[in-house]
């Protein structure tokens, strides 16, 4: 009876150790497994060859440039077109908000640019506006006594001071000064907006001829 007690527990306690046996040999196939794969994955991720810029990255070139032909004479309008034609802006309303809010609305040259493909609208406004500019730096305005606001308006436009007489006219007309303009000299030094120029050309501190 007590040798097959015995023999009863020593098959309990043999099965009990082979279970503990396989368990343990299967964590360690686990263990094996999960490492070789991390090593393998290692070794994958450093052969792997270093990425190559896209093709949209190789065809933007630095320093490209767009050729803007605006013919002999171009307006704000004209410019704005153009400039959205060739894609160098998105909106003409807002290209020519800006112009006017920097005073340079009157002051576009007709001819041929070269123009970067990615300036910005600060670039664009000073390169097609910088050979009038330097053409009417410190311009002399002359002023007849007497003129009357349509006057004023008929020589500044001759001078290329602005661009429009009738809204020279209007603007002098709403600041309530199209009868206050100083005769005699005045010199004028663009970019200046239409509402600076009045004031400037209604000042009394003239130059004498």
Known sequence: MKFQQWLSQFFF??????????????????????????????????????PISSPLAKDVKSGEQIQLDLGEDADIQK???????????????????????????AYFSGGSYDIP??????????????????????????????????QVADILFQQQLITSKYSFVKEAQNMGMADKFQAGKHIVNPPIKVADLIQDLCKQEEVQP
């Open 117 to 150: 493909k990615d300036a910005k609208v600060q670039d664009l406004l000073e390169i097609l506006t910088k050979p009038k500019l330097e053409a009417l730096k410190d311009t002399e305005v002359v002023l007849p006594a007497g003129a009357s606001v349509q």
């Open 13 to 50: 306690h043999f099965v009990r150790l082979l279970i503990t046996l396989l368990i343990l040999s299967a964590l360690l196939g686990l263990a094996y497994w999960r490492m070789n794969h991390l090593y393998q994955s290692g070794s994958l991720a450093k052969e792997e060859p270093a």
């Open 79 to 105: 410019v704005a077109q153009a400039l959205l034609d060739q894609g160098l802006i998105q909106d003409k309303a807002s290209f020519i908000q800006i112009a006017a809010d920097q005073g340079l609305y």
